[in-house]
């Protein structure tokens, strides 16, 4: 086990009859460190926290997840992490104290600490005054933030948040992830998957899933600059349709992808490319409103990586 790392994960695979899951996933999550887990619906992530929350076993492979190996401490493990899933795991029919109560005793918190623990949980959540609020009539955000204030009441060490911001509004996301930056500051590993990739700029380090497997691994930074190897333009014109036929065989476009109202637009050197782009769109009567040369967000580095695995699929 390397002590630097809170998390460890060496080929672990699962299989669900004749379906990969997850495909001989292995990485490393350092003490301390919010690590990403970025990819779409079903590429593997919820699957792979479940296994490294002891809650499903894996088909082989190995992994230790606070020094603890997989294998024989499935217990030990699930009382020294904190983990949140999207539906949040909550009990509607109780309020917000008897929630906090219910688990002080499911991660058991001795009694001499139980007040004190609820108090913590109470602030950081910002629920003092919603105590005896029944769960089920609190907003989304503040149900997201109870649940994240009993997945550390025991003040695990490493956190597994799986979704925690599925089916919340922004500013509740926002608030989220200030709390997140809060408990990374105060020491906890937080290892969090997400679909949003706004979220993913949030995080130390990132690992992009897609279909069982691990396509990229590093910073956000590292990550866009592995794509600056070809230019990148943005294009707002007055038919985004007709400009995606137009350029597909526009020589120097390397790939062209809707992005909000525009395009954006791979190109092998923007320079060149530039003028190849508009004689396109001209010939073909459509005006440009906009084009300029851009920085890679995370949606163009996934979207890239994701086509990249395609066509080696094809």
């Excluded at 490393?28 to 792979?48: C, D, M, Y």
């Excluded at 917000?96 to 499911?106: A, L, M, Q």
């Excluded at 649940?147 to 925690?164: T, V």
Aim: with cysteine; glycine share 8%; aromatic share 8%.
């Amino acid at each position: 086990m390397n002590d630097t790392l809170a998390v460890e994960v060496k080929d672990l695979v699962k299989r669900f009859g004749s379906f990969v899951a997850v495909d001989h996933v292995s990485f490393g999550v350092k003490r301390g460190e919010i690590f990403g887990f970025l990819g779409p619906n079903g590429a593997g992530k919820s699957t792979t926290i479940r296994m490294l929350c002891a809650l499903l076993q894996p088909t082989s492979g190995r992994a230790t997840v606070g020094g603890l190996d997989l294998a024989n401490s499935s217990e030990a493990i699930r009382q020294n992490i904190g983990y949140m899933s999207q539906k949040f795991s909550l009990y509607d029919d109780l309020t917000v104290e008897e929630n906090i109560d219910f688990y002080s005793g499911v991660y058991q918190i001795p009694a001499a600490r139980r007040a004190e623990r609820k108090e913590y949980a109470l602030v950081m959540s910002g629920l003092q005054e919603r105590r005896t609020s029944m769960t089920r009539l609190l907003p989304g955000g503040l149900k997201q933030r109870l649940a994240l204030g009993c997945a550390i009441l025991h003040e695990p060490p490493i956190l597994f948040l799986d979704e925690p911001t599925s089916g919340v509004d922004p500013i509740a996301r926002r608030t989220f992830w200030s709390l997140i930056y809060q408990l990374s500051d105060a020491g906890h590993t937080i290892f969090v998957s997400t679909h949003y990739m706004d979220e993913a700029e949030y995080c130390h380090r990132l690992a992009l899933m897609y279909r069982g497997r691990i396509i990229a691994l590093g910073t956000p930074a590292e990550l866009k600059e592995q794509q600056r190897s070809h230019g990148l333009m943005n294009l707002v014109s007055s038919d985004p349709l007709e400009s995606m036929k137009a350029l597909e065989k526009t020589p120097g476009v390397i790939d062209v992808a809707v992005f909000g109202s525009g395009l954006h637009i791979s190109v092998q050197r923007a320079a060149e490319a530039d003028a190849h782009i508009r004689a396109s769109l001209a010939g073909r009567g459509i005006d440009i409103r906009s084009l300029e040369e851009i920085r890679p967000s995370m949606e163009d580095v996934f979207v890239s990586l994701i086509e990249e695995e395609e066509k080696k699929a094809s």
